[in-house]
């Protein structure tokens, strides 16, 4: 089948820390031909990365816990356990550069070595953000920092947790992150 996207129209609506695009366009159906004109609202955000990170030496999973609006504003407590994890927002840096560089913000350690597990749209419905997942163990000699966050807004906890853990918070509704909760059953699958 022969696929093809009109773009007809593309106009920045909404232009901060995010960024919202109008769109108008037409691709081509299953059956082969053009959809109307549809139009769309399209979340501009940053790829991001998160890290999987297990301590050698206790065997535990490194996480970090922080406050976050939108979950608050959905009625929730608003204090999620979650993976280190930061957007890509250095002009010209890698994910790999950023994931390294974030785990030492975030936590205080440098990985020796991360491994790529996987790459996915957060929100392919509404918006164009990748995330970066990432596996790495690190031990007591590789924390070199305190961590906790570097930003003004940030005040986040480097927590551990054993894989029984996790695995139960995943089933009980603790852990509610997405890329947390992927990560999680990736290292259960195959770690």
Known sequence: MNRHVE?????????????????????????????????????????????????????????????RPPVYLKGDEGWITELPAGLMDVDGEEPLETMHRELLEETGYRAPELEHILTYYTTPGGATE?????????????????????????????IEMTREELAAGIYDGTIVDAKTIIAVQWYLAHK
């Open 130 to 158: 990748r995330m970066w997942l990432y596996y790495g163990e690190v031990t007591d000699e590789d924390r070199i920092e305190e961590g906790g966050g570097v930003d003004a807004g940030e005040d986040l906890r480097v």
């Open 7 to 67: 773009l007809l129209e593309q106009q920045r609506v909404f232009d901060d820390f995010f960024k919202i695009d109008s769109v108008l366009l037409r691709h081509t159906r299953f059956d082969g031909s053009m959809t109307p004109v549809l139009s769309r609202l399209v979340y501009r955000r940053n790829d991001a990365v998160a890290a999987l990170l297990r301590h050698r030496e206790r065997n535990t999973l490194i996480l970090v816990e922080q406050f």
